[in-house]
């Protein structure tokens, strides 16, 4: 009941806040919202675990609202933090990150995608550049996290489903985002409120290209497709 109630108030909260014109920010990339349900092979949402794990997270909510916050939650909780697990493996399409158990943030973001498309919800890809590590890996590299449209409040939001740790508590909000990473202008670090429809290219390239996360640590995106394409 407490989180039923805390979902009502969240949004009573949100039409507050908009009619304040403090609203959330994320934007589509696009207005064509067939685009934001796409089936591929990376949102491979026709996947047989996928579709069950959809339909269970389903049969318990209450409502389209509390299945966004469910099927963010258990990506956020259940599905690892690949570096935090310390596991080797790169996982990539949403079946395979469900199937493994783990994902770095743009491959945990493909499996949230996947469970909120597999219901008829929009839902896209959101990148922020934050450097990686302050002491050990002060370079600029993008993040993943993901946009989602809140159908009843006729808005996008976004959510990070990195998975939290010590100094890191993202949570599920609409009235005013909770995610991972505060940003941090004056280091260079830079947000993104748009929501892509597909994953980004140069994101894809990265995780395709090689065998073990430990390589790809030292070829983390630095730059993305969306921002170079012109068309």
Not at 42 to 69: G, H, M, P, T
Not at 210 to 227: I, K, S
């Amino acid at each position: 009941m407490n989180a039923v109630l805390n979902l009502k108030v969240s949004r009573q909260i949100y039409i507050e806040l908009n009619c304040e014109g403090k609203g959330m920010k994320a934007t589509p990339y696009t207005e064509e919202i067939n685009k934001y349900l796409a089936l591929d092979k990376v949102i491979d949402y026709d996947n047989e675990a996928i579709k069950n794990l959809s339909d269970s997270l389903f049969s318990q909510a209450e409502d389209e609202l509390a299945y966004i916050k469910a099927a963010y939650e258990f990506v956020r909780d259940q599905i690892s933090h690949s570096a935090d697990a310390g596991e080797e493996l790169i996982t990539c399409l949403a079946s395979e990150v469900l199937q493994a158990g783990h994902g770095i943030c743009f491959a945990k973001s493909h499996l949230l995608v996947a469970l909120l498309r597999c219901k008829s919800i929009p839902s896209g890809f959101c990148y922020q550049k934050l450097i990686l590590d302050d002491e050990t890996a002060p370079v600029l590299i993008y993040h993943g996290l993901v946009g989602v449209y809140i159908k009843e409040l006729d808005s996008w939001v976004r959510l990070d489903a990195r998975g939290n740790k010590e100094g890191v508590d993202a949570q599920f909000s609409i009235e005013e985002e909770r995610l991972a990473f505060p940003i941090r202008p004056e280091l260079g670090e830079v947000d993104d409120y748009t929501v892509y429809p597909n994953p980004d290219e140069k994101v894809l390239e990265c995780l395709q290209k090689y065998e073990t996360r430990p390589q790809l640590w030292e070829d983390l995106p630095t730059e993305l497709a969306y921002h170079t394409d012109k068309e």
